[in-house]
């Protein structure tokens, strides 16, 4: 699971490298937001010392409309969402019809201010 927190960095450690096949690939996240289903496509870049060991990733939430798609800096609303990440060679495509494959899928949770109430599902 993937934990971001609202107005900060968030350092997210994957192990992509395992099902990638391209090499020096730039990734492609999708995250879904479960309750609104609003679509978030960015890219992060991968600045892990040891990519074959495990894959790391700064990715910004602003708290605000700022945002750069392709430099991992984004904006989302508190809650549980899913993620798809796919691999591929260009740096800048959004699209995932257009990324090379999927490389994991799982789920986020985004914590945001005090107001913000979690549902957890067993």
């Not at 192990?15 to 730039?26: A, D, I, R, V």
């Not at 879904?32 to 892990?48: K, L």
């Amino acid at each position: 699971m993937i934990n971001i927190t609202k107005n900060q960095s968030n350092v997210v450690v994957l192990t992509l490298t395992e099902k990638t096949t391209l090499n020096n690939p730039n990734y492609l996240f999708s995250f879904v937001n479960g309750n609104t289903r609003d679509v978030v496509n960015f890219i992060a870049t991968d600045v892990s010392s040891y990519v074959t060991r495990y894959n790391e990733f700064n990715i910004i939430e602003t708290g605000s409309t700022f945002t750069n798609l392709t430099g991992g800096t984004i904006n989302l609303t508190p809650g549980m969402y899913s993620y798809t990440i796919y691999q591929q060679n260009s740096p800048t495509n959004l699209i995932i019809s257009a990324a090379t494959s999927l490389v994991e899928v799982g789920k986020v949770i985004v914590n945001g201010d005090d107001n913000t109430i979690q549902e957890v599902y067993k």
